[in-house]
């Protein structure tokens, strides 16, 4: 198994993204419960 920096930053790339969906996610269901 070769290591290349887009593999490796891969599953680090999906840990911080992956709150920052569901964070903005239940944000926008704030936002619209608001309404």
Known sequence: MR??????SLPLLLLVALPV????HLLIVLDLGTY
Not at 3 to 8: K, Q, R, T
């Open 3 to 8: 290591s290349c920096p887009l593999c490796s």
């Open 21 to 24: 969906w569901r964070g903005w």
